[in-house]
């Protein structure tokens, strides 16, 4: 045996054998090398063994036979001990003629394009399988359909099956480019179609598919090429994705498609079949028409919706076109605080596809490694995001830092690539909050705060500041006072014309008296050109933003239209409006200073008070957001992030609100005539104002006293309860790219708020769109909104009194028995600042159900309502989410115990004042002493204690410090 550098040293006789033994090799086992023929030419030998047919080629004795160049066996040499895997694809049973080796090559190297690993049955001879075991290996297994992209031709010509029904052509076989043949199989109308039961001579003739391919094959002899379709082949397929190179490959092709019909038909019936068996169990029940299935059945459709947090209750109460039973009682649904949907989905074409087209001009990576740089890491804790995986562990629970919000939208100054970042990481979450925030104070002021809005009494333009948000909340602005015009339109409370100019705005307008003056220009009818003078008086909303960066400002104003950006806020502190509040007021304020500043009607201040973190900052933040209030029915939104900082910090800017600027609707007259509190002190260059502004909360709080989780005001570590929300919504793919997430694209944020009115507010705005006058009793007939009619609604009372009102419930005002009495003539609804609301998720038990709710007194209550206290109050009870107001009463009542931690530790500093050394005075704070500590103090026969405690021992360099101690104190009380 020679090694591959004994191959380059060998004789030129042993050369030419080695020859001779690798052309036998690639030939095949048929043509043999004799010690004769080695003797010769390599090249005469070859040329000879060409010209020779194969069948005069003398076969040598077994003696003088040479293996072939092979590593693997074949067929002959073993026919004893055949592989398996050879003889389940390779089965020699058809005749194939005589070729060259070239020939041979070439089929298996064409077999191998076309089939790849697989061969079909019968397909290769045995000298031409041999080649293809040296030149492959075995094949992995036979050919199947899929193989060739038979079961992907079917699925498109299911889908294309009609538009190809009036084309009644054959099959036919088109050269390529590279001459070789692609089969194309093409439906055929003429084909008829047997039906179920219906008999088929031609397929129950065993011999049709015999003559069929016999009838084939002579038109194949006589053309040279494939003539028609064979007449087992089912017709609706309408190709195969693959190319037959030769009429073999055709052959084979052919049979693989009636294999996979005979299959498909045969998984068809038993698709039929067991189709047939499930129609006629379903026919052989029976309907459950009786009416405590009934309910029984809406039962279940309610816990089916109450797991789907998309799903309304009013919703599966109409599925399967079943009549529609109210069970929700109508001041359970009234009370609800979520969004409809509950998962807000992020508006495509004006929020979601601009920012992604503007995040295009940098790397995702390089996003991500900026958003992570700025907010904190991969988790972005230091952004509006809630996070639920913390890095640093305290008393084996582990805690993120309670900070703000890492970038401002007011900053000045912002890198492109920061920008990028906050738009992809800070502003879904504001969106999402925002919207939730808007939709709350929608439900509780009523469809008439918007009306109010958009037709003022005074002709001023109804005005929007986003503050803080970097016009995220802006947005959800957007999206909630377009939702509202329409309902406003469909109830025919707002005319066509005002729709169209709320909607669009001045702009727009102005837009289209150009476009009607150029349709005009080209001769154009036009229906109505508005004039200038006409468009100057027509309202619009005017939409303003704080950005204090360029590069911020210049990316918002691609899909934030029709908005002003302002670099800052102004400061309305020393304005005409606020000058008689400082010291060096003059006498006579200018009287015309008050009607020229700008005042707006709905501020959102998102993130804006936790970057300020000392109090008396905070304090002037919100008097100048309160300063930019409009006085005649603004209402100012305050939110942050949903952590204990964050709540302390809206808990006390309410507090401030309360004490120095509104009074409250509870107390009348009386608390505006009244002295301000002693607590509040004032400042160098402000005074309390001596008369505050009527006004009211409108959400969350259902009282104007002190926030009974903020009874103390200050930073508490260790705080257990605070009132915060949470919202869902989907997130965008920047978003998803940015987290690193692919198992879930919905994130829960939480958020605390605050929102506040300033002005006259009357009660019957407060019902969310729903007559006031009284009504009769009505359980089927409902309104236009979907709500029955109810009693009207009582006058706003708070404290103790509201609380007894609302734990005894209001049930008896609707009842879903169409049967029932209807209530008493002197029935009212609650107001819904009357009620209290569940700061947690209800705990859901056997028979009773536990609601921890903020009552209108102040206070924290957990109630319970067990089943027999009312069907009614049960089943609302279990279907109580957090946030809600409830109006169903309960049964019992407990104080709820507020954990609100320790409050931070103040130490005493005590500050030594003397001279040194030197004679200069130096201060020196004194530090406690923890050197000397006892351990235990004897006693001696008497009882009493001994002289002096034993100390404990220090280390060498404790008592160095020690030492070194005392000599500074030494010199330090030196004269």
């Not at 693959?242 to 073999?248: G, I, L, Q």
Request: neutral net charge; glycine residues 6%; hydrophobic residues 35%.
């Amino acid at each position: 045996m020679y090694k591959a550098k004994e191959l380059q040293r060998a004789c030129p006789r042993s050369q030419a054998w080695l020859r001779q033994a690798l052309a036998s090799g690639l030939i095949g086992p048929d043509s043999q090398i004799t010690k004769g023929v080695a003797s010769t030419s390599t090249r005469w030998w070859t040329a000879a063994a060409r010209q020779q047919p194969a069948q005069q080629q003398r076969r040598p004795s077994k003696q003088l036979q040479l293996r072939p160049f092979s590593t693997s066996r074949t067929a002959r040499q073993h026919e004893s001990q055949p592989d398996a895997a050879a003889n389940t694809v390779h089965e020699a049973k058809t005749e194939f003629e005589t070729q060259s080796p070239a020939d041979m090559e070439k089929v298996v190297r064409e077999a191998r394009a076309t089939f790849g690993d697989t061969l079909p049955e019968d397909f290769l001879s045995d000298e031409e399988y041999s080649l293809y075991q040296r030149l492959y290996g075995t094949p992995l297994r036979q050919t199947q359909p899929e193989d060739v992209g038979i079961p992907d031709a079917v699925e498109r010509q299911e889908k294309n099956r009609e538009s190809i029904q009036d084309s009644p052509l054959a099959s036919m076989v088109r050269e390529t480019k590279d001459g070789n043949l692609e089969v194309q199989f093409v439906y055929d109308a003429n084909v008829t179609t047997v039906k179920e039961g219906e008999h088929d001579d031609a397929n129950a003739n065993p011999d049709a598919e015999a003559q069929a391919q016999a009838q084939a094959q002579a038109a194949n002899d006589s053309t040279g090429q494939v003539a028609s379709q064979p007449a087992t082949a089912n017709p609706n397929v309408k190709y195969i994705q693959a190319r037959a190179r030769s009429e073999r490959q055709y052959v084979a092709l052919t049979k693989l498609q009636r294999d996979f019909e005979a299959a498909r038909l045969v998984a068809e019936q038993e698709d039929r079949l067991r189709a047939e068996q499930d129609h006629q169990e379903e026919v052989s029940g029976t309907a459950i028409d009786e009416e405590a299935d009934l309910v029984e059945t809406f039962d279940e459709a309610y816990e089916e919706a109450e797991e789907d947090d998309d799903l309304d209750d009013e919703d599966a109460l109409h599925a399967g076109g079943r009549p529609r039973l109210r069970r929700i009682h109508p001041l359970t649904e009234r009370g609800r605080s979520r969004t409809v949907p509950r998962t807000i989905q992020l508006p495509k074409a004006s929020f979601v596809e601009p920012i992604t087209e503007l995040l295009k001009r940098a790397h995702h990576r390089h996003l991500q490694q900026s958003a992570f740089k700025v907010f904190g890491g991969p988790d972005l804790p230091h952004s509006p995001r809630t996070v639920s995986t913390p890095t640093t562990k305290k008393r084996g629970r582990a805690t993120y830092a309670q900070l703000p919000v890492a970038m401002e939208a007011g900053q000045r100054t912002m890198r492109d690539i920061d920008a990028d970042a906050y738009l992809a990481a800070v502003l879904p979450f504001v969106y999402a909050t925002a919207t939730s925030t808007l939709v709350e104070v929608r439900r509780r002021l009523g469809s008439a705060w918007i009306e109010n809005l958009i037709s003022k009494a005074d002709g001023s333009n109804p005005r929007v500041l986003d503050v803080g948000g970097g016009g995220g909340a802006l947005a959800a602005w957007n999206t909630v006072f377009r939702a509202e015009l329409a309902a406003l339109r469909e109830r025919g409370r707002l005319p066509e014309r005002q729709l169209e100019e709320a909607e669009a705005g001045l702009a727009q307008l102005e837009l289209a008296a150009d476009e009607a003056d150029q349709a005009q220009a080209k001769g154009q009818l036009v229906k109505a050109r508005p004039t200038k003078s006409a468009l100057a008086k027509r309202r619009r909303m005017e939409r303003t933003v704080v950005v204090g960066s360029d590069e911020l400002r210049l990316r918002l104003s691609k899909f934030l239209h029709d908005t002003t950006f302002l670099p800052r806020l102004p400061d309305l502190l020393h304005s005409a409006e606020n000058v008689d509040r400082h010291l060096d007021a003059p006498a006579t304020p200018h009287p015309e200073g008050r009607n020229k500043r700008k005042t707006y009607d709905v501020i959102i201040a998102s993130h804006l008070l936790l970057p300020h973190d000392r109090p008396h900052e905070r304090h002037a933040v919100v008097s100048n957001l309160w300063a930019h209030l409009n006085p005649d029915g603004g209402v100012l939104i305050l939110l942050e992030r949903g952590h204990p900082r964050g709540f302390e910090a809206v808990a006390d800017a309410r507090q401030q609100i309360l004490d120095k600027f509104m009074t409250p609707p509870s107390q009348g007259k009386r608390a505006a005539d009244a002295d301000p509190p002693e607590d509040l002190t004032t400042t160098a260059d402000e005074v309390l104002v001596p008369k505050r502004d009527p006004g009211m909360i409108v959400a969350p709080c259902t009282s104007h006293g002190k926030c009974p989780m903020y009874l103390t005001a200050g930073v508490s570590e260790g705080r257990k309860d605070y009132c915060h929300f949470s919202q869902r919504f989907n997130r965008p793919a920047f978003l998803q790219r940015i987290l690193g997430s692919s198992h879930h694209n919905h994130e829960d944020v939480e958020f605390t708020y605050v929102a506040v009115q300033r002005g006259t507010q009357k009660a019957e705005v407060l019902q969310d769109g729903a007559p006031v006058e009284s009504a009769p009793f009505s359980n089927a007939a409902d309104t236009a909104d979907g709500f029955p009619l109810l009693p009207p609604t009582a006058p706003l009372v708070q404290g103790k009194e509201a609380t007894d009102a609302a734990f005894r419930g209001f049930e008896n005002v609707w009842s879903a028995d169409a049967n029932a009495s209807p209530p008493p003539a002197d029935a009212v609804s609650p107001h819904p600042l009357a009620l209290p609301r569940t700061i947690m998720p209800a705990l859901k038990r056997q028979g009773h159900v536990i609601l921890d709710v903020c009552t209108p007194a102040g206070q924290l209550e957990r109630w319970t309502v067990p089943r027999s206290r009312s069907k009614q109050a049960y089943h609302d009870a279990r279907k109580a989410r957090w946030g809600d107001l409830w109006a169903l009463g309960a049964k019992t009542r407990v104080p709820r115990s507020v954990r609100l931690g320790r409050e931070t530790s103040k130490t005493t500093r005590t500050i030594d004042v003397g001279l040194d050394g030197s004679g200069e005075v130096v201060a020196r704070e004194q530090q406690p002493s923890v050197a000397n500590k006892t351990r235990h103090r004897q006693r001696d026969r008497a009882g009493k204690f001994q002289g002096k405690a034993r100390k404990v021992r220090q280390s060498r360099q404790q008592q160095a410090d020690s030492l070194m101690k005392e000599l500074k104190e030494s010199v330090f009380a030196a004269p």
